[in-house]
Protein backbone atom coordinates (compact mmCIF):
# COMPACT_ATOMS: atom_id res chain seq x y z
CA UNK A 1 0.00 0.00 0.00
CA UNK A 2 1.60 3.46 -1.47
CA UNK A 3 5.02 1.58 -0.65
CA UNK A 4 5.03 1.79 2.83
CA UNK A 5 6.88 -1.34 3.66
CA UNK A 6 3.50 -3.10 5.91
CA UNK A 7 3.95 -0.14 8.39
CA UNK A 8 0.48 1.09 7.04
CA UNK A 9 -1.39 0.00 10.31
CA UNK A 10 0.66 2.02 12.48
CA UNK A 11 0.51 4.91 10.81
CA UNK A 12 -3.20 4.42 10.84
CA UNK A 13 -3.03 3.87 14.44
CA UNK A 14 -1.23 6.77 14.95
CA UNK A 15 -3.17 8.54 13.36
CA UNK A 16 -5.65 7.78 14.78
CA UNK A 17 -4.52 9.39 18.35
CA UNK A 18 -3.29 12.58 16.76
CA UNK A 19 -7.37 12.95 16.12
CA UNK A 20 -7.39 12.27 20.01
CA UNK A 21 -5.04 14.58 20.86
CA UNK A 22 -6.65 17.40 18.62
CA UNK A 23 -10.48 16.66 19.00
CA UNK A 24 -9.52 17.04 23.39
CA UNK A 25 -7.14 19.72 23.06
CA UNK A 26 -9.92 21.58 20.76
CA UNK A 27 -12.23 21.49 23.76
CA UNK A 28 -9.97 22.15 26.72
CA UNK A 29 -9.28 25.25 24.38
CA UNK A 30 -12.46 26.11 23.30
CA UNK A 31 -13.76 26.23 27.12
CA UNK A 32 -10.50 28.22 28.70
CA UNK A 33 -10.91 30.67 24.93
CA UNK A 34 -14.96 31.53 26.22
CA UNK A 35 -13.65 32.12 29.82
CA UNK A 36 -10.72 33.92 28.73
CA UNK A 37 -13.11 36.43 26.62
CA UNK A 38 -15.36 36.74 29.16
CA UNK A 39 -13.00 37.56 31.69
CA UNK A 40 -11.22 40.08 29.15
CA UNK A 41 -14.85 41.88 29.00
CA UNK A 42 -15.58 41.57 32.50
CA UNK A 43 -16.35 45.07 34.57
CA UNK A 44 -14.13 42.82 37.44
CA UNK A 45 -10.39 44.41 37.23
CA UNK A 46 -8.00 41.85 38.77
CA UNK A 47 -10.03 38.84 35.86
CA UNK A 48 -9.37 41.13 33.91
CA UNK A 49 -5.40 41.05 34.04
CA UNK A 50 -5.62 37.88 35.11
CA UNK A 51 -7.05 37.15 31.45
CA UNK A 52 -4.81 39.12 29.98
CA UNK A 53 -1.84 37.65 31.74
CA UNK A 54 -2.52 34.73 30.10
CA UNK A 55 -2.97 35.65 27.24
CA UNK A 56 -0.16 37.28 26.75
CA UNK A 57 2.74 35.13 28.33
CA UNK A 58 1.31 31.87 26.36
CA UNK A 59 1.59 33.60 23.14
CA UNK A 60 4.66 34.91 23.85
CA UNK A 61 6.95 31.30 24.59
CA UNK A 62 7.49 28.78 21.83
CA UNK A 63 4.94 25.89 21.65
CA UNK A 64 7.72 23.69 21.85
CA UNK A 65 9.64 25.62 25.55
CA UNK A 66 5.83 24.90 26.78
CA UNK A 67 5.62 21.24 25.82
CA UNK A 68 8.92 20.79 27.36
CA UNK A 69 8.23 22.20 30.68
CA UNK A 70 4.78 21.12 31.26
CA UNK A 71 6.12 17.23 30.63
CA UNK A 72 9.13 17.25 32.48
CA UNK A 73 8.77 20.29 34.43
CA UNK A 74 5.20 19.87 35.35
CA UNK A 75 5.90 16.16 36.80
CA UNK A 76 8.90 17.50 38.58
CA UNK A 77 6.89 19.94 40.60
CA UNK A 78 4.21 17.93 40.63
CA UNK A 79 5.98 15.11 42.70
CA UNK A 80 7.76 17.44 44.84
CA UNK A 81 4.77 18.62 45.84
CA UNK A 82 3.32 15.54 46.72
CA UNK A 83 6.93 14.34 48.64
CA UNK A 84 6.64 17.43 50.57
CA UNK A 85 2.99 16.91 50.96
CA UNK A 86 3.44 13.39 52.59
CA UNK A 87 6.45 14.25 54.59
CA UNK A 88 4.06 16.76 56.45
CA UNK A 89 1.26 14.34 56.59
CA UNK A 90 3.42 12.09 58.24
CA UNK A 91 4.70 14.45 60.80
CA UNK A 92 0.87 15.59 61.44
CA UNK A 93 -0.04 11.94 62.36
CA UNK A 94 3.10 10.99 64.09
CA UNK A 95 2.51 7.74 62.43
CA UNK A 96 0.50 6.38 65.55
CA UNK A 97 -2.70 8.00 64.97
CA UNK A 98 -5.38 5.49 63.59
CA UNK A 99 -5.59 8.01 60.92
CA UNK A 100 -2.55 7.17 59.87
CA UNK A 101 -3.56 4.84 57.38
CA UNK A 102 -5.94 7.61 55.15
CA UNK A 103 -2.11 8.91 54.83
CA UNK A 104 -1.13 5.65 52.84
CA UNK A 105 -3.51 6.31 50.12
CA UNK A 106 -1.74 9.66 49.00
CA UNK A 107 0.95 8.50 46.44
CA UNK A 108 4.59 9.14 46.32
CA UNK A 109 4.89 9.28 42.78
CA UNK A 110 2.58 10.07 39.86
CA UNK A 111 4.09 9.47 36.29
CA UNK A 112 2.17 12.44 33.77
CA UNK A 113 1.29 10.27 30.49
CA UNK A 114 2.33 11.70 27.41
CA UNK A 115 -1.49 11.91 25.85
CA UNK A 116 -2.86 13.85 28.88
CA UNK A 117 0.48 16.38 28.74
CA UNK A 118 -0.03 16.74 24.99
CA UNK A 119 -3.49 17.76 25.39
CA UNK A 120 -3.26 19.94 28.22
CA UNK A 121 -0.23 21.74 26.54
CA UNK A 122 -2.22 22.13 23.64
CA UNK A 123 -5.37 23.11 24.69
CA UNK A 124 -3.58 25.97 26.87
CA UNK A 125 -1.61 27.45 24.48
CA UNK A 126 -4.64 28.06 22.03
CA UNK A 127 -6.72 28.74 24.45
CA UNK A 128 -5.24 31.77 24.83
CA UNK A 129 -5.53 32.35 20.84
CA UNK A 130 -8.79 31.48 21.12
CA UNK A 131 -9.56 33.74 23.82
CA UNK A 132 -8.78 36.80 21.36
CA UNK A 133 -10.97 35.01 19.06
CA UNK A 134 -13.86 35.14 20.80
CA UNK A 135 -13.29 38.36 22.44
CA UNK A 136 -13.24 39.80 18.90
CA UNK A 137 -16.26 38.53 17.91
CA UNK A 138 -18.10 38.96 20.99
CA UNK A 139 -17.20 42.36 20.42
CA UNK A 140 -18.74 42.67 16.97
CA UNK A 141 -21.98 41.86 17.92
CA UNK A 142 -24.65 44.58 17.26
CA UNK A 143 -24.47 46.02 20.87
CA UNK A 144 -28.40 47.29 19.93
CA UNK A 145 -29.68 43.39 19.51
CA UNK A 146 -28.57 42.61 23.55
CA UNK A 147 -29.85 45.52 24.94
CA UNK A 148 -33.21 44.84 22.91
CA UNK A 149 -33.45 41.25 24.53
CA UNK A 150 -32.47 42.50 27.97
CA UNK A 151 -35.62 45.34 27.47
CA UNK A 152 -37.37 42.73 26.43
CA UNK A 153 -37.49 40.59 30.14
CA UNK A 154 -34.36 38.20 28.80
CA UNK A 155 -32.26 36.83 31.48
CA UNK A 156 -28.34 37.64 31.01
CA UNK A 157 -28.36 33.49 31.04
CA UNK A 158 -30.90 33.60 28.20
CA UNK A 159 -29.37 36.48 26.12
CA UNK A 160 -26.25 34.57 25.95
CA UNK A 161 -27.44 31.53 24.99
CA UNK A 162 -30.14 32.89 22.25
CA UNK A 163 -28.83 36.34 21.20
CA UNK A 164 -24.86 36.79 22.21
CA UNK A 165 -23.64 33.03 21.01
CA UNK A 166 -25.29 32.82 17.31
CA UNK A 167 -24.10 36.18 17.06
CA UNK A 168 -20.62 35.43 18.06
CA UNK A 169 -19.88 32.46 16.70
CA UNK A 170 -20.79 33.61 12.88
CA UNK A 171 -17.95 36.11 13.72
CA UNK A 172 -15.37 33.99 15.49
CA UNK A 173 -15.62 31.22 12.40
CA UNK A 174 -13.23 32.02 10.37
CA UNK A 175 -10.84 32.72 13.30
CA UNK A 176 -11.48 29.24 15.00
CA UNK A 177 -11.13 27.66 11.76
CA UNK A 178 -7.71 28.93 11.25
CA UNK A 179 -6.54 28.06 15.21
CA UNK A 180 -8.18 24.59 14.59
CA UNK A 181 -5.99 23.74 11.76
CA UNK A 182 -3.00 25.52 13.03
CA UNK A 183 -3.60 23.09 16.69
CA UNK A 184 -3.82 20.01 14.43
CA UNK A 185 -0.57 20.70 12.99
CA UNK A 186 1.16 21.06 15.93
CA UNK A 187 -0.10 17.87 17.51
CA UNK A 188 2.97 16.72 15.94
CA UNK A 189 5.10 17.79 19.12
CA UNK A 190 3.63 15.67 20.86
CA UNK A 191 6.07 13.31 19.14
CA UNK A 192 8.67 14.23 21.16
CA UNK A 193 7.82 13.86 24.65
CA UNK A 194 7.15 9.93 23.50
CA UNK A 195 3.92 9.34 22.78
CA UNK A 196 2.81 7.24 19.51
CA UNK A 197 1.16 9.71 17.73
CA UNK A 198 1.31 9.18 13.91
CA UNK A 199 4.64 11.29 13.53
CA UNK A 200 6.34 9.33 16.03
CA UNK A 201 5.45 6.19 14.18
CA UNK A 202 6.61 7.49 10.60
CA UNK A 203 9.90 8.49 12.66
CA UNK A 204 9.89 5.00 13.66
CA UNK A 205 9.12 3.71 9.96
CA UNK A 206 11.64 6.03 8.63
CA UNK A 207 14.62 4.89 10.70
CA UNK A 208 13.49 0.83 10.10
CA UNK A 209 13.40 1.14 6.13
CA UNK A 210 15.68 3.90 5.55
CA UNK A 211 13.02 5.80 3.83
CA UNK A 212 12.20 9.32 5.65
CA UNK A 213 10.55 10.83 2.51
CA UNK A 214 8.41 8.40 1.84
CA UNK A 215 7.04 8.22 5.35
CA UNK A 216 7.25 11.76 6.41
CA UNK A 217 5.54 12.86 3.18
CA UNK A 218 2.53 10.97 4.49
CA UNK A 219 -0.84 12.83 2.77
CA UNK A 220 -2.51 11.71 6.38
CA UNK A 221 -2.38 15.29 7.56
CA UNK A 222 -3.49 16.88 4.42
CA UNK A 223 -6.46 14.71 4.55
CA UNK A 224 -7.27 15.73 8.05
CA UNK A 225 -6.84 19.62 6.93
CA UNK A 226 -8.87 19.21 3.94
CA UNK A 227 -11.55 17.77 5.52
CA UNK A 228 -11.52 20.13 8.51
CA UNK A 229 -11.53 23.23 5.56
CA UNK A 230 -14.46 21.46 3.79
CA UNK A 231 -16.76 21.23 7.45
CA UNK A 232 -15.61 24.70 8.20
CA UNK A 233 -16.56 26.32 4.92
CA UNK A 234 -20.34 24.48 5.40
CA UNK A 235 -20.51 25.47 9.32
CA UNK A 236 -19.51 29.38 7.68
CA UNK A 237 -22.49 29.09 4.99
CA UNK A 238 -24.77 27.36 7.54
CA UNK A 239 -24.77 30.49 10.25
CA UNK A 240 -24.35 33.21 7.12
CA UNK A 241 -27.83 31.30 6.11
CA UNK A 242 -29.15 31.56 9.94
CA UNK A 243 -28.25 35.16 10.59
CA UNK A 244 -30.12 36.86 7.52
Do not use: C
Not at 7 to 21: F, N, P, R
Not at 91 to 119: N, T
Not at 121 to 143: C, S
Not at 160 to 165: G, I, Y
Request: aromatic share 12%; charged share 15%; hydrophobic share 55%.
Amino acid sequence: MLGLQGYEGALLEGAGLTIQVALFSLLLAVTLGLLGALAKLSAFLPLRWLATGYTTIIRGIPDLVLMMLIFFGGQVLLNNSLYSLNEHLNHWVGGQDPAHEWVSYVPDYIEISPFIAGILTIGFIFGAYMAETFRGAILAVDTGELEAARAYGMSRTRVLRRVLFPQMIRHALPGLGNNWLVLLKTTALVSIIGLDDMVRKASLAAGATQLPFTFYMAVIFLLFTTLSTSLLKWAERHYAIAAR
